[in-house]
C-alpha cells in the first residue's frame, strides 16, 4: 500500500465553473486518472454545510455570505464536477472552511490509511491549496505541490505562491513531471 495519497480539493461545479484555463480541468482529470491506475489513493475533498447553514458563522468572511442553501448536500454547484467524479470506495471529505482539516475528518482517514506524503491540487491556489498545505506542513506530511493542477482568480497570487511560497514547504512540480514518477519502476 502507497503512502501517498492524491487530494483534489475544491473541484466543485461553482469553482470549476470560475477557471478561466479550458485545459485546467483536462488536466487535473489526467492527474486523478494516472494516480488511480498507480494505485494512489484519490481523496475528493469539498467544501460543505448543513441545510440551514448552523455550521456557517456571520463573521466567517469568506463563508458568512452565502446565500441559504448554498453548498448544501441539494446544491448542484456544490457537486464534484463529472470529469473528476469520485469513483466508488474513493473518500469525500467535507470541509467547513478554507483547509481541508479544517471541521473534517481528513486527518483522521488519513493516519488510518497510513498516509505520510499528500500531493496537492485543486481550486483556489490561494484558498484551498495554501490553507491546506501550510496545516499539513505543521502536522509533519510530506508535500508535493501540482503547479499546474492549482488554479487562482489572480494569476499574480498564484504565481508567486507556486513560485516563492510553496517551495518553503513543498516539492512543486507539474502533472506531467509528478505522473512521470509514478510509472517509473
Request: hydrophobic share 45%.
Amino acid at each position: 500500500m502507497t503512502n501517498t495519497a492524491l487530494l483534489a480539493m475544491d473541484l466543485q461545479n461553482a469553482m470549476v465553473g470560475r477557471v478561466e484555463d479550458d485545459a485546467y480541468l483536462p488536466r487535473v482529470a489526467g492527474a486523478v486518472d494516472a494516480a488511480r491506475e498507480a494505485g494512489v489513493p484519490v481523496l475528493h475533498v469539498v467544501v460543505g454545510f448543513r441545510e440551514g447553514h448552523p455550521d456557517k458563522h456571520p463573521r466567517n468572511k469568506a463563508f458568512g455570505a452565502l446565500p441559504d442553501g448554498a453548498f448544501t448536500p441539494g446544491d448542484p454547484n456544490a457537486a464534484i464536477h463529472p470529469a473528476v467524479a469520485p469513483r466508488p470506495g474513493e473518500p469525500v471529505i467535507t470541509k467547513k472552511r478554507v483547509s481541508a482539516f479544517a471541521g473534517s475528518d481528513l486527518d483522521l482517514v488519513l493516519r488510518s490509511r497510513g498516509i505520510g506524503h499528500l500531493v496537492l491540487a485543486g481550486i483556489a491556489t490561494s484558498g484551498v491549496v495554501l490553507s491546506t498545505l501550510r496545516q499539513a506542513a505543521d502536522l509533519d506530511f510530506r508535500l508535493t505541490v501540482l503547479a499546474d493542477g492549482c488554479a487562482d482568480s489572480d494569476p499574480e497570487v498564484h504565481r508567486v505562491l507556486i513560485e516563492k511560497v510553496f517551495p518553503r514547504q513543498a516539492d512543486v512540480v507539474t502533472i506531467g513531471a509528478w505522473t512521470g514518477t509514478l510509472t517509473e519502476a
